[in-house]
């Protein structure tokens, strides 16, 4: 391997965006190609960031030419670009969810784990600052032993039907990163409860999924977790988490463009609106995980989330699933 990590993007949508800038801003790391079938999106990505455009990712995993991809392509390819990956000694960082099936999970997870690249799954907000901070102090002892956890993610606005169609529904899209939030937090969850509704959105109904959705769970050590998520919020992108532990509490609060407050006759500590989108909120992060990553193929070390991680909030997303449908508790295994 040269000095330079050569990567390919997999995948020219919105997240293969986010990759390719990331690639584009790290030192030690060359965009060779963005990999996407449909020709157009790949062409201009390629052009955007001054590499090379291809259409066929097994063939660039296999080519030579590249050290390491980042899987953003639909959640059907990962387990096999994994596959072909590891077969062919290319380190790997991939989106999640790793597979909407826990069963085609598991038929990797040997593979995954005994390879000689590294492989890290794509949940970013481990590498947030906010919840960093929040989480350096948990370690520090600061606030004692963790009795509660409540973590809120809103989107801005519903993802369109055809996007709904195929994301597996909101617990493996969506709260999925909630559910590696909580276990950053408390590694061991043992029993999941969910509620789910249809507060607002006709089509994500009509996809026999929810918009609107809650999520209790309990560690090991009976902490208890909370998880509110909504597929809308009218004042931007909600992103906050809170830490109640015996010594203290924890809060990590939404950002906005500017610390800047106005307040006059009409308002008082009036602050810009929240940022809007989910590039924006983690722009940070995504770029701070895939400085891990890198340091990590450098290095031989694990800093971002494993397979195993990946695997455990998919577990815990099927428990949703099935507890929002039987309105039972179910408790889980994640070894």
Known sequence: MSNSIKFAVIGAGRIGVVHASSVSKIPGATLEYVVDPIKESADKLASQFGCKAAYDAEAIIKSGEVDAVIIGSPTPTHVPLLSTAIDHGIHALCEKPIDLDIKNVDELRQKANSAKTHISIGFNRRFDPEYNTAKKK???????????????????????????????????????????????????????????????????????????????????????????????????????????????????????????????????????????????????????????????????????????????ALILADAAVESSRTGKAVKVNLN
Do not use: W
């Open 138 to 312: 948990v370690s520090e002892g600061v606030i004692g032993e963790i009795e509660q956890l409540i973590i809120i993610s809103r989107d801005p606005a519903p993802a369109p039907q055809a996007y709904i169609h195929v994301s597996g529904g909101i617990f493996r899209d969506m709260t999925i990163h909630d559910f590696d939030m909580a276990r950053y937090f408390v590694p061991d969850i043992v029993e999941v409860s969910a509620l789910g509704t249809n507060s607002f959105c006709d089509y994500i109904k009509e996809e026999n999924d929810f918009d609107n959705v809650t999520v209790t769970m309990r560690g090991a050590k009976n902490e208890l977790i909370t998880i509110v998520n909504s597929r809308h919020a009218s004042f931007g992108y909600d992103q906050r988490i809170e830490v109640f532990g015996e010594k203290g509490m924890l809060q990590t609060d939404n950002i906005t463009p500017s610390t800047v407050k106005l307040s006059n006759g009409e308002v008082t500590s009036s602050t810009d609106a929240y940022l809007q989108f989910f590039i924006e909120r983690y722009s940070l992060a995504y770029q701070y995980e895939l400085e891990a990553f890198i340091r990590g193929i450098q290095d031989g070390k694990q800093y971002g989330s494993t397979y195993d991680d990946g695997r455990a």
